[in-house]
């Protein structure tokens, strides 16, 4: 019944429906058609009348509904739009209560004790309704276009969850909102925005698709099992001893609760009420990237990071899942009074490329600039050091809380060249007027490089680290005061040249595992549970 909004004016409206002249035509106006009747509990009759009307709405349609006691008790008759409830009236022998104290027994009440009941509900055109009842419903359209997304959700109930906040609603393609549970336990919600929609009728598009690939990859991986850990560990010539290890970091991938999508098609209204969802675990203490900006982590912290991503990413990998946006951002920070900082890093929001099949390894998409590896910007194409790269950038910002200018410098180049795009070329050097030079030099060697030389990847790499390597040396330096077990680490990562990274996220995780031991700190390792 919460789903229910009562309607600002609907004591006024309440009055019109219980007008003679005015109820007479509703009745005689009724559709014969599409009749919803069942007798059950309130609380269900009520889930089924929302859905009924919000159905109602693409003809146009508002619903007239009786609900009755079974032991003839009381009755209950109202007038809905959508969501809103128009007009209502609660009869119990000979009392009559209308419009809002009538809602408010509708809600709390009876809702609270649940009877079973029997409901009657059908349609009426809009076009049959009494002109002065009729301005009432459209005066619910008026409302109900003032409030956009997101904050049209706040304070409503989606799903069974309550929804507090909206979190996030800038840039990328989702909205995310805090919803808690009957239980108090906290929830994100993930809306896809308006603009990733096809069609001026809401409908599932590429984009949206991508997303949920993203979600399902998520799950794949986070729910791998230890003996096909074991098969894909033979695979490789590594001990199967390893799938012990490795299943622990299945708790570091955010792992999606459920996936809420009852349509192809919405109409507005439908997008507003039963919107596509997805219901992930909340992250109570944000992402890397807020933690970042607070300080940057001493090492022993950043190994406790570093190992328990890595060790999820070596998950996905094994999978021949591509994640393709590693970035503080998208590692998420939840307490866990279990682990050694009292938090868990969880790696979320997969781009939802198809898995890797016979080394076909797919194009690039949705990148984010300073993560981006360069290599595969410049050739399209994208394997799994490109999360390597993306994941050691994210190690070399959160040590020193810096993102290196010449990396930024080579993709914004890029896209300007090979993709069209200059405007955050223009805006990075309107900020960096001292990296004009090198970027002349840059382009002059990407402009340079013959077609056949852009299918070799590992060569555009020789040729761009000639020209950067001399411009990144005092970068570098600031891992000095990393111990060099981890600084070579994230030097490898980073390496402009693909094939001198590391293969993909078990190598890395293998050589992490092996940095924590030789300095002594087993205690970093996750544990169990």
Known sequence: MRKFISYDDIDAASK???????????????????ILSFKNNYRRVFDELIGYSLDALRDNDVVYTVIKHVGQEWSIRILTYGNYIVAMAYEKGQELVVGREAFDIATRNIYISNPVVRIRSTRI??????????????????????VKPPE????KILYGLKIEKVVGSRGGFMYVLLGQDLFSKKYAIKIPKENIWEHSRKSVGKKLRDILRGVLNALEVSSIERDLLKTLLLKRKLPEELANELVIYRKYILRPRAIMMFNDLFNEEEYIEMPPAIIEGYADKGDLSTRIKKRIFDFRELLFISIRIS???????????IHMDIKPHNILLETDNRELYGYRPLLTDFVGVPKVLN??????????IEYADPISLITGKADYSYDIYSLGITF???ATGIKPRTRILINSIALKMLYGDSKIYEEFLASNPDMAPLARNLENLLTKLSSKTKEDRNRIGLKLKEVLEPQE???????????????SIIIKSIDIVPSRRYRDGL??????REAIKSLGFIELFPKPG
């Open 507 to 512: 190598e890395l995780w293998i050589s992490l």
């Open 396 to 398: 070399f910002y959160a």
């Open 359 to 368: 080394k076909e390894f797919p194009e690039v998409k949705n990148i984010t």
């Open 473 to 487: 040396k005092p970068s570098l330096e600031l891992l000095r005061n990393l111990p060099s077990e981890l600084s």
């Open 16 to 34: 019109l429906f219980l007008d003679p002249i005015i109820f007479s035509t509703i009745i005689l106006k009724q559709k014969k058609e599409n």
């Open 152 to 155: 049209c959700w706040v304070g």
């Open 125 to 146: 055109s809009m076009d049959s309704l009494p002109d002065q009842l009729k301005e009432h419903v459209l005066r619910c359209i008026e409302l109900k276009k003032q």
């Open 311 to 321: 060790g999820a990413l070596a998950l996905s990998h094994l999978l021949g899942i």
